[in-house]
């Protein structure tokens, strides 16, 4: 893998690490091209603040970037958007204004609650958290249009009380089966999110299952991210993609420019 397709900087409140940085480490790990995704979760408010941006800055500074280091790593500028059912409107306009190479559309708050706290699990069980995200998440990507790929798709997972103990594609077969359809009937791709293993799940996001039933399908764009807050989890546990997705039935993973895939056949 030379391309790592999600990664986040201190443009993103999560994140502290100066862009100039992540560059930095992607290059010392051997990476080709990286993605820039910082967060546009519009209204969620995070410690205070509202979990955005400001994208003029972000395109002045990631500019300087891609001309300083042109000669040792391709830097594309993308954003991460967080999906949620009222937010289409707001999305196609925020998209709309600016030139970006990629963007990410994935569900961090379900129903207002963001699984990180914990809140969503208080009243009932994971299996029924996690039916109420996929159903939340199919509610989301038909009211926006402007996103490339869905990202971490069971991001839920891993703050379940048990985890993946209360989770397998079978149990949830008729809304992810909705969910990739969808995506698949209306050009969108999905990502394969290192993240789940570097949580401690026992399978990338989304997991292998998903992933076959996805190429079944006939879905074929698929992207590749570490989701990395700082330089040490760029490209993390990228030695284990190529026999993930070649496991599940792909030749090909893609990467993004001017919003346009690009098929990268599987070395």
């Known amino acids: 893998m030379q391309a790592d397709y999600h990664m986040h900087t201190a443009f993103s ?5 100066d862009a100039e940085d992540m560059v930095r480490g992607a ?41 300083r280091y042109k000669d040792q790593i391709d830097i594309r500028i993308g954003v991460e958007i967080g999906m949620q059912p009222h937010l289409g409107p707001y999305y196609h306009q925020y998209v709309g204004r600016w030139p970006f190479d990629f963007v990410i559309g994935s569900v961090h708050l379900i129903d207002g609650k963001d699984p990180y706290d914990q809140e969503l699990f208080e009243n009932q069980t994971d299996e029924e958290a996690y039916r109420q995200t996929f159903e939340e998440t199919l509610e989301d990507i038909k009211v926006t249009k402007d996103f490339d790929v869905l990202g971490h798709m069971d991001y839920v997972v891993r703050y ?41 799940l026992p399978f990338a996001h989304p997991c292998p299952e998903i992933l076959k039933r996805y190429r079944e399908l006939g879905g074929e764009i698929i992207t590749i991210g570490a989701d990395a807050h700082k330089p040490e989890h760029i490209a993390y546990d990228f030695e284990k993609v190529k026999s993930i997705l070649t496991d599940c039935g792909f030749k090909y993973y893609t990467e993004f420019l001017k919003r346009k895939p690009v098929f990268k056949q599987l070395t």
């Open 160 to 200: 379940g009380k048990n985890r993946e103990k209360e989770y397998a594609y079978s149990k949830f077969s008729d809304e992810i089966d909705m969910i990739l359809k969808y995506l698949i009937e209306h050009g969108k791709g999905i990502e394969l999110n290192t993240s789940g293993l570097k949580y401690g």
């Open 13 to 17: 409140l999560d994140s502290e690490t």
């Open 27 to 67: 290059i010392a790990k051997g990476l080709k091209r990286i993605c820039i995704t910082d967060h546009e979760d519009h209204g969620y408010i995070y410690e205070g603040e509202e979990f955005t941006f400001n994208v003029e800055t972000y395109f002045q500074t990631l500019r300087v970037l891609q001309e």
